[in-house]
């Protein structure tokens, strides 16, 4: 089949290959649309309503605890019981749905991989439909990968266990159209996770079990929460079957914790310090606030009073509603140089140790090769424990809206400006050539830190902050700044292989949505565009 493809009121604007034969079956057809038809039409009022909050945040008011919840927030209730297997996530591996990435991930150190079909993901179709085949393999145990040079890479006999981030509510799914319109790129990613793999994941005990990005706001969980229950029942699964690991990473979200986790207390298992996204977000959230300037990006580490407030409000909410309370990922990755390497992993030891000892359950690394270092920790903090549930931060102070929103104190320099825009550069040119998770000097680099590179230019410049060496941040600058690196990054890739790239269109890229009047609420929206 080479032309468009019509199903039911579906229209795949892909061809249909032997690879999309497997996966869209008439059956599966059939859910995702039901999906669509019933979920989409909320999704549009949810994110008029992100909007309208977003609107109010620019007037002038700060997010704040709801007073017409305080009855869920000061309640006596607890989510329904975890699953044995997930009672113990001390180390979580994140990372796209590559073949070799997958087996490599699911044969680590690790309790979890979450396969990441958002921030760490470029979303072409290609890698789109390939990521679920793989992951169907995965779940089958049949997953094989064989490198250029004849390596054989397979999953071994107790892989870790299996999670399916989609993408958050805020993307959209260009190949597949409902009504002359694109569908939800989460219930597209939802759907095809859950057809294929449910019944096999039930059979050897696991489940069909899901990582929730970009949550603002109680009601979008409490969607979630109806995409899950209409699903089961679709699919005759007993209630509570599919189960949901919702990430705190947005500043709205830090507000209504215990909403989201009242809203989904038949699926929740945790919650999770998107520590990246939420700087991002603390940014995008407080744009007009020029009280809220934050500093150059190597000076905000969750030592930093307002994170370290987020992450033991997050503690303290996730331990008394009987929720994990996962950490954080650690950006950085080994380096070949044995005493760069050493101080990788002693800055990954210090990382973890503080949200161990804070009390979270499990954290994140981005790479098999720092799996033993944050095992090390937390199997040291939590013992013959297979979490930190039973720490519930009574005797903490209660933790204020003033203290999460106070930004923290550091210089903005000239070479931080200079390291953003290379981030941004360097990213942006991997992601529109299908590259979602790139490592950039010494750090695994994906959408969310991006992101912060970016919308930190935009705000020292939208409030004309002075850099420590007594510049103006202008759009002049900026543009001035953008041409050096990308002169740079010519000359040290070589000709051929800029020519091959799409460098120019990062640039340009980079250039539209910094120097915008209003900060783009995400990269990932113009630069779908961009994507085949």
Known sequence: MTDSVISNTLSFTQPFTHAEKQLFTPACIDFLHALVARFAPERERLLKARQQRQNRYDCGTLPDFDPETVSIREGDWQVRPLPALLQDRRVEITGPPDRKMVINALNANVNVFMADFEDSLSPTWQKLIDGQLTLREAVNGTLQFTSESGKIYQLKSNPALLMCRVRGLHLEEKHVEWRDSAIPAGLFDFALYLFHNAEALLAKGHGPWFYLPKT????????????????????????????ATVLIETLPAVFQMDEILWALRDHAVGLNCGRWDYIFSYIKTLAQHGDRILPDRQHIGMDQPFLDAYSRLLIKTCHRRGALAMGGMSALIPHKDPERNAWVLQKVQEDKAREAANGHDGTWVAHPGLADVAMAVFSHALGTQPNQLTVRREQD????AERLLRPCRGPRTADGMRANIRVALHYLEAWLSGNGCVPIEGLMEDAATAEIARASIWQWMHHKQILSDGQL??????????????ASLRQSVGATRYAQGRYED??????????DDTLVPFLTLPGYRLLP
């Open 216 to 243: 603002e706001h109680a009601n979008e969980a409490a969607w979630w929460r109806e995409i899950f229950r209409f699903s089961e029942d679709r699919l005759d699964l007993p209630r509570g079957t599919i189960k």
């Open 397 to 400: 102070a209660p933790i204020s």
């Open 473 to 486: 941040v202008t759009a002049v600058l900026f543009e001035q700044y953008l041409a050096d690196e990308l």
């Open 506 to 515: 990062a640039a340009a890229l980079l250039a539209e949505i910094t120097t």
